[in-house]
């Protein structure tokens, strides 16, 4: 039985051996391309900074993030490794992103034209990737690349050091051709030749060219270019559509563990109600457990109630779908009764040497739990 003593009531922990090992794992796969950890919302839940700098230690040479405030927040940090910030700026981003040494994606001239009025005043070089997409409807150059390679030429204090695309999960078909029939990959590796000899006609130097997040790097090696940028594989999940047998990369998946801890244990009666708007009723004496865990922290709002109708109903056709549970000393208990905003309620009656003061682990979508809930960082 875990008790805690002088951890907070609610917690995620979080493993950064686990992390660094997961780092170690893609590398070993990269051959000279280099990897971009991405450690955007708040490193997929786990704390970016601390991971951040875990995944440096540990071999990656890029960081990417979403927005500019977060690659500001790593700098203040006193993380100096490249890093991209996926989500076009604004004008006043692109001042913090040059002050910053952080490198912004663009689509547009527009901001090009903040670049340059941001280098000018600071002094510094404002440095960029352009996105080109690849059939997922973002912000994109789109026909306008050789466009922006000019303009972006004649701009001294201005670097574009990259062009990148991204795919929808492995699907690549909007770059594929016969070429690929003799040899998966041909037509990425063709388009980022073309781009690259662009680059060098109109910036006369080299870029980096990068398409592979997750999905792509296991699935499609030749893909793997001068970067990948690897997120969901780093907190030792698979990505969605990656077939069973792509999925043999070494990962620890034991990454993050959100853990709250049993605050009162009250008898209930058949007929009495839990959760506001009554939506669980007990039909039988129910030993009610209390977590100081809500939907402020990013607990579901869904009632376990409803999520047992919905499980009855999805059974019925064969579904796997399942209530809400916790797990206390690696036994599942269901929550019950709708989620509060600061608490939830799990039903314990059918485990009747449960204590105040238990662990609990909550299993969660870990980018939801609000990062004001304490990270416990461990090394094991």
Known sequence: MEKWTEMPATYVRVNLTAIASNVRAVLSRLGDSQLMA?????????????????????????????????????????????TLAFVPPTEAQCQAAVEHDVTVTITTETHLAWLREAASQTGKVATAQ??????????????????????????????ITGVYTHFDSTDTSCVRSWLDIVKPGSELRAFAAVVKKLAQQHLGMEIVFH??????????????????????????????????????????????????????????????????????????????????LGYAQGLSLLPASLARRQYSWWRCLGGKQRPLVVLIDGQEAPIIGRIGMDQCAVDVTDLPDIEVGQVVVVPTRRTVISPEVPRIYVKE
């Open 38 to 82: 991405v450690v955007k919302g708040n490193a997929y839940g786990h704390g970016m900074v601390p991971v951040a700098e875990c995944c440096i230690a540990a071999g990656a040479h890029w960081l990417g993030v979403s927005y500019v405030d977060e690659a500001v927040k790593l700098r203040a940090a006193g993380l100096t490794a490249p």
């Open 130 to 159: 352009i996105f080109v997409d690849a059939d997922l409807g973002r912000p994109s150059a789109g026909d306008n690349l050789v466009r922006l390679l000019q303009i972006a030429a004649g701009f001294p204090l201005l670097r």
């Open 211 to 292: 398409a592979a997040a997750s999905s792509l790097f296991l699935t499609a090696p030749d893909s793997h270019l001068d970067l990948v940028r690897i997120g969901t594989l780093l907190y030792g999940q698979y990505p969605p559509g990656v077939p069973a047998n792509k999925r043999n990369l070494d990962i620890n998946p034991n990454t993050f563990e959100l853990r709250s801890t049993i605050v009162a244990i009250d008898e209930l009666l058949p007929g009495a109600s839990v959760g506001y708007g009554r939506e669980f009723v007990c039909r039988r004496p129910t030993r009610v457990a209390t977590l100081p």
